[in-house]
């Protein structure tokens, strides 16, 4: 089977915007790691790396005025919208020019204009905000889907019981993203941290007691079974038939187990074709799990690009990608006379 054939509903089009959409997320926050070493990032950040395969492919699957939601996990999300990476950055680094005007950091990044509408780093506040946007949408006509990307640490918090219970009732048109990264990989025992912490046997239960209907990826690396199950679902919003829950399984990062996140060096796209990844205990998520490698070995094989060709997406990413953390640096700090200001107490 080729890989074109293993990729159903999708177009050469989706498939390198996908690639482009997994680059644009993994450059961006491969950088992050230099910013923090030079004391430009103050506190915790989450990073994204690893859950490409899932962000990107349902967001090929939206609509553009389609509604985003998201979690403490968000710059993949954001910047897989399009959000300008300079601005991005200047948010995480508290500049003026940021997207939340360097007052919102890594934990509220968002972009209304792209229809990123909020962040909530609080575990499980996507699952109530993305199902509030449902119903906004709704009053005003509807014609468009919300979607709440969130961890399956969401599913323990009661609001997101209390949330699927209401779309179900209401019909409301929200997709539910669940990035189950409580998934091993390479050394990673199944039962050792991070994992579920939930009674149910299945992640999935929680929603379908709730009246949600479930779809069940098998590989959340694998954009192609994701964008399928994205389309399947915003098919089933749009018809009026209520809210549909995606479990999007993900092998995690070996970079993202601590409290900080550890660089595992930058993606080496030669990996897509024989290359091996240096020996040690990230090599086996590096060149079997990673969602980059994965796809662009989709896209290759599909012959939708040559190696050389993707070599130069990347380099073009890249660019841009820096340009903006340049942007970045070169911001200025918000004035202290505004410190005030969108403070409501
Ligand atoms: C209500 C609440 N409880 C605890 C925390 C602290 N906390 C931050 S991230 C996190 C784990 C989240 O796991 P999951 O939702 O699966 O997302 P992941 O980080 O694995 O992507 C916890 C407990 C929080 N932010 N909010
Ligand atoms: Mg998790």
Redesign the pocket.
Known sequence: MSAAASTPGMTRANRLSIMERMLVMRRFEERLFELHAAGHLRGVF?LYIG?EGTGAAVLEALAADDYILS???NHGHVVGRGADAGRAYAELIGRATGLQGGRGGSFHLCDPARGVLQTS?????CVGLATGAAYGIRQSGGGRVATGF?????LE?GVAFESFTLAALWKLPVIYVC????IGAGEMKGDSY?R?MLGAERLSRVPEMAGVRTLQVSNGANAAEVHAAALEARAHCLAGKGPVFIESPIA?WPGGRSLFPKSTGATDLALAWGRRAPEGPNQDWQENHDPVIRWARVVLAAGDASQDELLALDRTVLARNDAGMRFALESPWPDAATATDKVFA
């Open positions: 989450h859950q979690t403490h996990r780093a609080i575990v499980g506040g969130f961890g399956d640490a969401a918090e990035e189950n990264n409580s991070p579920s995690r």
